[in-house]
């Protein structure tokens, strides 16, 4: 027994049926267009809010201050000092450890 007999559906009804299910796919496609960036905005910044980005984050910079630290070519140490000032700028470093911040501004 085909679904057509089942719920005696004749063929403009299947055909209604179909132009639904694609007319609500589209609809939810066209929603998550619309909201979809929202979304992932509002889900980056709870991201950049929790500890373990933040932790992260001190970590790297921690990482990158050792390699500054121990690095003897001016050139190298400078390409360092670079990224370290361009991250930090996209980063809030007030929860870095006051070691680690003051440092950051000794650098500026």
């Known amino acids: ?17 179909v132009i639904g299910v694609l ?15 929202a979304e992932v905005a509002i889900k980056r910044q709870i991201f950049e809010e929790s500890k373990s980005y933040k932790h992260g984050k001190i970590e790297h910079f921690q990482r990158l201050k050792l390699k500054y ?4 070519n001016e050139s190298h140490k400078n390409a360092i000092r670079q ?3 361009t991250e930090s700028a996209t980063v809030d470093t007030s929860e870095f450890p006051h070691g680690l911040q003051a440092w950051i501004r000794s650098i500026q």
Request: net charge neutral; no cysteine; hydrophobic share 50%.
């Open 23 to 37: 007319f609500i796919g589209g609809l939810s496609l066209g929603a998550l267009k619309l909201f979809g960036p």
């Open 69 to 72: 630290d121990l690095t003897e």
């Open 1 to 17: 027994m085909s679904v057509k007999e089942h719920f005696k559906i004749g063929s403009y009804g299947m055909l209604w049926i």
């Open 83 to 85: 990224i370290i000032l």
